[in-house]
Structures are given as structure tokens and as C-alpha cells.
Antibody
Framework: QVQLQESGPGLVKPSGTLSLTCVVS?????????WSWVRQPPGKGLEWIAE???????NYNPSLRSRVTISVDQSKNQFSLNLNSVTAADTALYYC??????????WGQGTMVTVSP | QSALTQPPSVSGSPGQSVTISCTGT?????????VSWYQQPPGTAPKLMIY???NRPSGVPDRFSGSKSGNTASLTISGLQTEDEADYYC??????????FGTGTKVTVL
């Protein structure tokens, strides 16, 4: 079955850049799916960050667009997230997700990122 | 973009029905039949329960149903069971284009 696995530093300094990677297994990123990042601050709700298609097409959350870049690496069957100028408000559990049409049907287990000096 | 509005909590006894509302705007829920619902028990990743307003993925019990009227979507859980206790989130495609989630609702089985 399709599995997603996030990886990246668990601690990022304020004003730094958060970089995460999601490795896809059991499916190809070149399938006709979109792939997204979603985050959840501790004890709070879900926030959609960005999506990408293997063709390189992207869409971003308007409130985060100026700080976010999403990319895909077909050769490694993975996609990535960069979020710059981070603050404590970016502390969250970050999920990578596969789209099924306009829904999110496969979720990674999530990776916790803390922004702290 | 603002989060979709959900009630913070709903509760019911086993066997009863509960309904969770999800209110958006004409830029999201009101314009697209692209509303989905997710169940998130504590400490776990969300699970897709309903897609495209009222469709259930394979394996989701038919006790879960969805609907939409205007700018408000709803999730109904009929015949409430103890394992249904969790947080529930709605999501909608928007005209940005982007996606927006709801504020989340905690379902408690009394």
C-alpha cells in the first residue's frame, strides 16, 4: 500500500529555514496525483500549506505563499517543503499527504518541528 | 484565508446521531462540491471519512454521511459508537486555488 514518510530537522532556529522531505513508497510521484504538506500546531487544528503535481505545477496557502517553496524529485520519488523566516508560530507537526481528487487520502505519520533558539 | 467554522464540541450517547456543521463562504464551500471530512483520534494522523460532500471511501462505515447546503456542509454520525470519539475536521477547495480546513470538532461519546 502507499506509504509516506516525512524527515527533517526537529529543531530550527528563529529566522532560519525549515526543510522537510517526504519519501513516497508503494506509488510513484509521477502518478496523476497532487501531493501536499499540512501542519498542525500542538493542540490546534490543521492548516494546509502547499501542493505540487509531478509536472511541477504548484499552489500555495495565500497566507504562507511568500515564505514557502514546494518541490518534487521524480528520480528519488519524493517531494519537499522549504519554509523560510520561521518563528515560534511555525512550531507544528508537519504531515505530507497524497491527494485523491480534492481530498487527502494517504497521510504520513507526521514529523514534529520546533522553532527555538 | 480564514478557517471554516465548526462547533468546538458535540456529544451523544451510544446509538444516537450527532451532526457537525462546517460553515465557509462563497469562495470555498459555497462554490465547490469539494468538501471532505477527516477523523483524528488522539495522537494519530487524520483519516479521510467523506469526500466530495457525501461520498465514503471504501472501508468507512455507512454510519457516516455528508451533505451541503449553501455555504454550510455537515457530517452526520448515525448510531454513535465509542470508537467514533475523536476530533473531526472538514476541508474545502477554494477559488485561490487552495484548500482550507475547519476549526475542528471534538466528538464525545457519553
Amino acid at each position: 500500500q502507499v506509504q509516506l514518510q516525512e524527515s527533517g530537522p526537529g529543531l530550527v532556529k528563529p529566522s532560519g529555514t525549515l526543510s522537510l522531505t517526504c519519501v513516497v513508497s508503494g506509488a510513484s510521484v509521477t502518478n496523476n496525483n497532487w501531493w501536499s504538506w499540512v501542519r498542525q500546531p500542538p493542540g490546534k487544528g490543521l492548516e494546509w500549506i502547499a501542493e505540487i503535481h509531478h509536472t511541477g505545477a504548484t499552489n500555495y496557502n495565500p497566507s504562507l505563499r511568500s515564505r514557502v517553496t514546494i518541490s518534487v524529485d521524480q528520480s528519488k520519488n519524493q517531494f519537499s517543503l522549504n519554509l523560510n523566516s520561521v518563528t515560534a508560530a511555525d512550531t507544528a507537526l508537519y504531515y505530507c499527504v497524497r491527494h485523491w481528487g480534492y481530498a487527502f487520502d494517504v497521510w504520513g505519520q507526521g514529523t514534529m518541528v520546533t522553532v527555538s533558539p | 484565508q480564514s478557517a471554516l467554522t465548526q462547533p468546538p464540541s458535540v456529544s451523544g450517547s451510544p446509538g444516537q446521531s450527532v451532526t457537525i456543521s462546517c460553515t465557509g463562504t462563497s469562495s470555498d464551500v459555497g462554490s465547490y462540491d469539494r468538501v471532505s471530512w477527516y477523523q483524528q483520534p488522539p495522537g494519530t494522523a487524520p483519516k479521510l471519512m467523506i469526500y466530495d460532500v457525501g461520498n465514503r471511501p471504501s472501508g468507512v462505515p455507512d454510519r457516516f454521511s455528508g451533505s451541503k447546503s449553501g455555504n454550510t456542509a455537515s457530517l452526520t454520525i448515525s448510531g454513535l459508537q465509542t470508537e467514533d470519539e475523536a476530533d473531526y475536521y472538514c476541508s474545502s477547495y477554494t477559488n485561490s486555488p487552495s484548500y482550507v480546513f475547519g476549526t475542528g470538532t471534538k466528538v464525545t461519546v457519553l
